[in-house]
């Protein structure tokens, strides 16, 4: 062992073991005082009361990481430094936020070089988380949609419920049990879309399950996004530009119980509504419907009662119309009198003109038509006279008595020889008297 360091001593090398004590010693020569870092955590664990933390800084461009490095906090501080940090920041110290660190080099010769963490700025952390979301915003606000959820209208009737949520989450629970068992009996129909609430794909999961309700608008009134209480760092998943873009674009109005009372996350504000807890959104949900209906109800009764006082004035308007009826009836029969009279006398007058002009109107027609009628009589004689000559030199018993005879067949008078045939009867008038004979022979 001895001839094995006195060959790297001849050949002027360094034992591992001494290159470290070296890089120890300047180390601790040159770097001899505590630095303030900025990083994030990429992982964290305890193990026999410390804490190792790998930290981590990435381009803001590409976000590749640029720069690693590892720390410790050893137990005699952690206990101090942690709580202090939850109970500010209210959120665990844990992978995937930035914090400020107070830190000393250190480079062991068993175990290289860490950062030794001293203290820890809560107050850098807080004020992270609060740049991100306000540059979330602020990218909305550009965009000009960071209210338009907001200034949908709410359904009044806002009964069909889509939830996202965890379905087996307490939050959930209370959620359904307070809003379907609601003390007024007022009826809701919800529908669960389930989404992780809390970790990794928080913000994923929210965006799937609205991608599934906007399949289905016409079932539903409103959204309700809903999770029991948890730790802060929680909200993170509800700091995304994607999911504050999907809320705010969305065409159904949102209602946000995420379960924090002081904490409002990005989700939050870019919502139509936001309550406290699940149950509070239970309860905001009730109390619409319930004004709703209280609404409906006074407005019936406004109807009734405008109803029942025009029907009131109606009434009492009749009764006057009824009060005035007999002397109105009086006062327009004797009017109706008074003008059938009037009418009478001038119908009589009328008539009387009537008669008189029509009496004289026949005198004088009469006048005028009996030379016509006398005359029209006499041409009427003449031509009956006329007429009787005529008809006397037509009576076919003037032949007969000159003489001529008339043959009929079968009561016809015979003209034609052809239309008789041998054997047929003729008969022969005569002035005085008939004679039948046979026909033996026709000549033609």
């Known amino acids: ?17 001494e290159l470290n004590t070296l890089v120890a010693e300047t ?3 040159t770097l001899d005082r505590d630095f303030w870092v900025v990083a994030e955590l990429s992982d964290v664990h305890e193990r026999g009361g410390h804490c190792y933390m790998d930290l981590i800084e990435k381009d803001e ?5 640029i720069a690693r490095a590892q720390a410790r906090c050893w137990r005699s501080r ?7 940090f939850e109970r500010t920041t209210r959120q665990p110290f844990a992978a995937g936020i930035k914090v400020m660190l107070k830190v000393r080099a250190q480079f062991h010769e068993n175990y290289g070089f860490s950062w030794i963490v001293s203290d820890v700025d ?17 990218t909305l606000q550009e965009e000009g949609v960071i209210d338009d959820n907001k200034q949908l209208p709410m359904p009044m009737f806002a009964q069909r419920i889509a939830v996202i949520s965890s379905q087996g989450a307490a939050g959930y629970g209370d959620f359904q049990h307070q809003l379907l068992a609601n003390e007024y009996g007022l009826r809701f129909v919800t529908t669960l879309f389930p989404s992780i609430m809390q970790g990794e794909g928080v913000s994923q999961g929210i965006v799937a399950a609205l991608n599934a309700i906007n399949h289905r608008l016409d079932e539903f009134d409103v959204v309700v996004i809903i999770r029991g209480g948890g730790a802060t760092s929680d909200l993170s998943g509800f700091d995304t530009l994607e999911l504050a873009r999907h809320v705010a674009n969305f065409p159904l109005p949102i209602i946000t119980g995420i379960g924090h009372d002081r904490d409002e996350c990005v989700l939050d504000i870019v919502a139509h509504q936001r309550v406290k807890t699940p149950t509070a959104a239970a309860v905001f949900l009730v109390e619409h419907l319930k004004r709703v209906a209280e609404h409906i109800q006074e407005l019936q009764q406004t109807v009734t009662n405008r109803v029942r006082l025009a029907m009131e004035r109606e009434r009492m308007r009749l009764l006057r119309l009824g009060s005035l009826i007999p002397q109105k009836v009086g006062t327009t029969l004797m009017g109706e009198r008074n003008r059938v009279g009037m009418l009478t006398a001038r119908i009589d007058g009328a008539m009387k003109n009537t008669v008189v002009n029509q009496r004289h109107r026949i005198q004088m027609l009469h006048q005028r038509l009996w030379p016509l009628a006398q005359y029209r009589l006499s041409e009427e004689r003449h031509r009956i006279d006329m007429l009787t000559q005529r008809v006397k030199t037509l009576d076919p018993d003037l032949p007969l008595k000159r003489g001529y005879s008339i043959t009929l067949h079968n009561g016809h008078v015979l003209r034609d020889a052809s239309s008789i045939q041998p054997g047929d009867i003729i008969t022969t008038r005569l002035a005085n008297g008939t004679i039948e004979s046979t026909t033996l022979n026709i000549e033609h």
């Open 1 to 17: 062992m001895e001839r094995g360091k006195d060959e790297i001593s001849a050949r002027g090398a360094l034992s591992l073991y």
């Open 27 to 29: 180390i601790a020569t």
């Open 61 to 65: 461009r590409s976000n590749t990481p």
């Open 78 to 84: 952690w206990m101090l430094v942690k709580m202090h």
């Open 122 to 138: 809560p107050s850098y952390t807080m004020g992270d988380m609060a740049r991100r979301r306000q540059e979330i915003l602020r």
